[in-house]
């Protein structure tokens, strides 16, 4: 199944708004790729939420990044949750 397949639900991107909004504040590990066989695996913190996107804190660059809420759905990034000893995936609703 290719990601052109899967239909993106407003239902999904706001159970993963709603999962981030309470965890405002909260550190997470965020995994990704950057293109052709570059990816990336940071230590973030969240720090707002919007409609379409999120926001983490960079600190090692003193900057903030916005992340869309669909490359979680799509797969294209993964946010794990830390809980103040381990981090944990964030849980992701069930696309049909």
Do not use: W
């Amino acid at each position: 199944m290719k990601v052109s397949d899967i239909m993106i639900l407003r239902n999904d991107i706001s159970t993963i708004k709603a999962e981030l909004d309470e965890r405002i504040g909260q550190k997470i590990m965020i995994k990704g790729t950057l293109g052709r066989n570059k990816s990336f695996e940071e230590e973030t913190v969240i720090k707002d939420t919007y409609t379409n996107f999120f926001l983490v804190e960079d600190k090692k660059r003193d900057t903030n990044v916005s992340y869309k809420y669909t490359d979680i759905l799509t797969k294209e990034l993964e946010v794990s949750i830390y809980d103040g000893q381990n981090y944990s995936p964030l849980i992701l609703p069930a696309i049909n």
